[in-house]
């Protein structure tokens, strides 16, 4: 699922492709990708705009237009922009097509959970979704009072977009990893020491990240995310790596580098 570096990758990649270019038409390949808004809500306030500011916030972009607000676009489970020039090579699970005058941009979802909208302003959007602060403009403090005011196990303080936004399932787990945390510890036992290595650990991995355009086989080989699967080992002690469900996703961590928090 699209976290905050690879949110921040696409829109570096509409940066690049398909901004101010006047945009001709704006379609719904599939209905449901603009829900709750109706297909023709979304067309009349792109169309004859163009694209002349991008922004994000935690795992959401949006896009000023030149007429007026803004388009917001999620990327749910497995969307990505595509920027092409042929019809002939629209993507196979294109959701939402926009067609400028030399070439297109198309929102490729297979699994049809993104969404693409509009918005009077990325603040009226993030109020709206009640979404805290983008995880990477959090200082220290912030961070601190965020987790001294949560309960529960770390990781889903971690994930939960309310608190903070643009960590999901996978940048926690390495973020834990690397401060030798387990995913399953309170965050109300976590120290100082904790706390602190916690912060510059989510800096650092989303950072290290984007540099690598969120591709995951760019990462260091002693990082988790190069071994997260069943039956893999931890890179740091060649100790089996464990998968428990939490919140719903299949957390991966090891029982021996990572502990439940008091250091
Ligand atoms: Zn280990």
Same mark, same amino acid.
Do not use: W
């Given at each position: 699922m699209p976290e905050l570096p690879e949110v921040e990758t696409y829109r570096r990649y509409i940066e690049s492709t398909s901004m101010h270019r006047p945009i001709v038409r704006a379609e719904a390949r599939h209905p449901l990708i603009v829900r709750p808004f109706q297909a023709r809500t979304v067309? #009349? =306030? @792109?169309?004859?705009?163009?694209? @002349?500011r991008s922004y994000r916030h935690g795992k959401n972009l949006f896009l000023e237009l030149s007429r007026g607000r803004w388009l917001t676009w999620h990327f749910g489970m497995s969307g990505e922009p595509v920027f092409f020039e042929r019809m002939s090579d629209e993507p196979p699970y294109d959701r939402f097509l926009f067609t400028f005058e030399n070439g297109h941009l198309a929102f490729s979802d297979p699994r049809m959970l993104g969404r693409i909208g509009v918005t009077a302003s990325p603040e009226e959007y993030v109020r709206k979704k009640k979404l805290g602060p983008d995880v990477? #403009? %959090? #200082? /220290? =403090? +912030?961070? *601190? !009072?965020? %987790?001294?005011?949560? &309960?529960? =196990? #770390? /990781? /889903?303080? %971690? *994930?939960d977009q309310h608190k903070m936004a643009g960590v999901g399932n996978l940048y926690s787990d390495e973020a834990l990893f690397q401060s030798g945390i387990d995913p !399953?510890?309170?965050?109300?036992?976590?120290?100082?020491? +904790? *706390? +602190? &290595?916690?912060?510059?650990?989510v800096r650092k991995v989303l950072r290290r990240s984007i540099e690598r355009r969120g591709d995951l086989s760019q990462l260091p080989r002693t990082y988790l995310l !190069?071994? &997260?699967? &069943?039956?893999? !080992?931890?890179? /740091?002690?060649?100790?089996?790596l464990l998968a428990v469900p939490l919140g719903g996703r299949t957390s991966y961590f090891c029982p021996h580098c990572q502990r439940e928090g008091g250091t």
């Open positions: 067309s #009349t =306030a @792109v169309e004859g705009s163009a694209f @002349v990477l #403009t %959090l #200082t /220290k =403090a +912030d961070f *601190m !009072r965020i %987790l001294e005011r949560s &309960r529960g =196990a #770390t /990781k /889903k303080v %971690l *994930m !399953r510890a309170p965050v109300q036992c976590l120290g100082g020491g +904790d *706390m +602190d &290595r916690l912060y510059h650990n !190069r071994h &997260r699967s &069943r039956g893999e !080992r931890c890179p /740091k002690c060649g100790g089996d």
